[in-house]
C-alpha cells in the first residue's frame, strides 16, 4: 500500500518570504515516481515535476527547488520569493509503475502568500 | 500542447436529468481519467482509459457512466445524480498507463445537483 502525508495543511506567508511544503511517503515498490502538483483557485491541477525514485538529485526551476531524500521518504518544494501568484494548494502525489497503477494523493497543503 | 480542455465549466442539473461532461486532448496521450474532487480534499480516481478502453473502475456508481469514443476524447454521462454527488470533474491524461508518466487535468466542471 501506498501512503503520501502532507503534515501542513494550511501555510501563510508574506510576499518575498521563502516557503518549504513538506511531502513525506510510503511504498514498498523499488521504483516509483514522485510529483508536485499546483491546483489554484480556478481549479485545474498543474503539474509542477515528475522524479523517479532512482533520481535523487535536487532540481530547480526558477523560484522552485525540489529536495528528494529517499534515506528519509520525503521530497520537500521550496519556493523562494513567494509571490501572490503562488497562493494555491499544493499536491505531491506517488505512484508505482505497471498496468493499473494509480496516483495517490497528499491531503494537500493550502499556501497563502499576502501582499 | 500540454493542453485538455473540458466542457462545460459549470453544470447545475436535477436529481431526474441527464447530462454529460467532455474531455478532449491532442496530445497523442493513450490513457485518460475521470477524477471526482470535493472541496478541501485531494482528487479521487473514478475511472480510467488505456487504449480506449476501460482499465480501471474504482467502483463508481452506475449513475456516472464513462466513454471513450476515440483516443482523444472522454465523455461522462450522468444520470439519476445524488446532492452528494455535487463536486469539481477532472480530467486528465497521460502518454500510457504503464509509465507512470506525467498526469494532465483540464480546468474541471464544476457541478451542482440540486
Known amino acids: 500500500a501506498q501512503k503520501v502525508t502532507q503534515a501542513q495543511t494550511e501555510i501563510s506567508v508574506v510576499e518575498k518570504e521563502d516557503v518549504t511544503l513538506d511531502c513525506v511517503y510510503e511504498t514498498r515498490d523499488t521504483t516509483y515516481y514522485l510529483f508536485w502538483y499546483k491546483q489554484p483557485p480556478s481549479g485545474e491541477l498543474v503539474f509542477l515535476i515528475r522524479?523517479?525514485?532512482?533520481?535523487?538529485q535536487n532540481e530547480i526551476s526558477g523560484r522552485y527547488s525540489w529536495n528528494f531524500q529517499k534515506s528519509t521518504s520525503s521530497f520537500n518544494f521550496t519556493i523562494t520569493a513567494s509571490q501572490v501568484v503562488d497562493s494555491a494548494v499544493y499536491f505531491c502525489a506517488l505512484i508505482r509503475t505497471g498496468a493499473n497503477s494509480k496516483l495517490t494523493f497528499g491531503k494537500g497543503i493550502t499556501l497563502s502568500v499576502r501582499p | 500542447d500540454t493542453e485538455v480542455t473540458q466542457t462545460p465549466k459549470h453544470l447545475v442539473m436535477g436529481m431526474t436529468n441527464k447530462k454529460s461532461l467532455k474531455c478532449e486532448q491532442h496530445?497523442?496521450?493513450?490513457?485518460m481519467y475521470w477524477y471526482k474532487q470535493k472541496a478541501k480534499k485531494p482528487p479521487e480516481l473514478m475511472f480510467v482509459y488505456s487504449y480506449e478502453k476501460l482499465s480501471i473502475n474504482e467502483s463508481v456508481p452506475s449513475r456516472f457512466s464513462p466513454e471513450c469514443p476515440n483516443s482523444s476524447l472522454l465523455n461522462l454521462h450522468l444520470h439519476a445524480l445524488q446532492p452528494e454527488d455535487s463536486a469539481l470533474y477532472l480530467c486528465?491524461?497521460?502518454?500510457?498507463?504503464?509509465?507512470?508518466?506525467?498526469?494532465?487535468f483540464g480546468p474541471g466542471t464544476r457541478l451542482l445537483v440540486l
Open positions: 496530445m497523442g496521450h493513450r490513457a
Open positions: 522524479r523517479n525514485s532512482f533520481d535523487e
Open positions: 486528465a491524461s497521460s502518454q500510457d498507463i504503464t509509465l507512470a508518466g506525467a498526469q494532465y
